[in-house]
């Protein structure tokens, strides 16, 4: 038997994305989103209110960077969330996240999360969603393993929406474009 929730955005995973920026005064920028992903083989979508000081930041820069949150930094992944960098202007100083300009779009890497998409804003659709066009994907060397990017060493997590907690991603459960054979 199965129990309706009605329309919730009950969906596993969703990805804790963190939305890094350059303000129209040059100073970092950072918040936390759960909807966005992958829209083509060179396209991200994210879904943004138009009040988020991030969205303005892209408007105004036309760049931003995807740090995709991890383990280890759940705590400053959460807090970039909580707070609006409209009320806190120093939300990214009190991460204690170290920041670089990306060497392809005019948005920071935040590097102490070990993965990011360097993304350029290619348009903002009819229904308000973030259009970007990926440009670059940076992975730090401590999650790589034989030349590939890990998620057992990366660690990223996923928001549950139900239980409005935060999952380490990471077992292994089965092969992709492989395990569906034994079925042919």
């Not at 969703?14 to 083989?41: F, H, K, R």
């Not at 920071?108 to 990011?116: G, R, W």
């Not at 229904?127 to 790589?144: F, K, M, P, Q």
Request: some cysteine.
């Amino acid at each position: 038997m199965r129990k309706n929730f009605g329309a919730k955005t009950y969906l596993y995973p969703q990805p804790v994305l963190i939305i890094s920026t350059y303000g129209e005064d040059g100073s970092p920028d950072a918040m936390n989103a759960a909807w966005g992903g992958i829209c083509d083989y060179n396209k991200v979508m994210l879904c943004l209110s138009e009040g988020h000081k991030t969205y303005k930041n892209i408007l105004a820069r036309k760049a931003f960077v995807i740090n995709i949150a991890d383990a280890a930094n759940v705590v400053a992944c959460d807090y970039v969330g909580m707070v609006s960098g409209n009320n806190v202007p120093d939300k990214m100083v009190k991460t204690g996240w170290k920041l670089a300009k990306s060497s392809f779009v005019d948005a920071p890497v935040v590097e102490d999360l070990k993965l990011a998409l360097e993304c350029r804003l290619d348009k903002i659709d009819e229904d308000g969603l973030v259009i970007g066009e990926i440009v670059n994907v940076s992975a730090d060397e401590s999650v790589i393993k034989d030349g590939k990017i890990d998620p057992s060493l990366l660690q990223p997590i996923t928001f549950d929406a139900v239980n409005n907690k935060y999952l380490v991603l990471g077992e292994v459960v089965g092969n992709a474009f492989a395990d569906g054979k034994k079925l042919s």
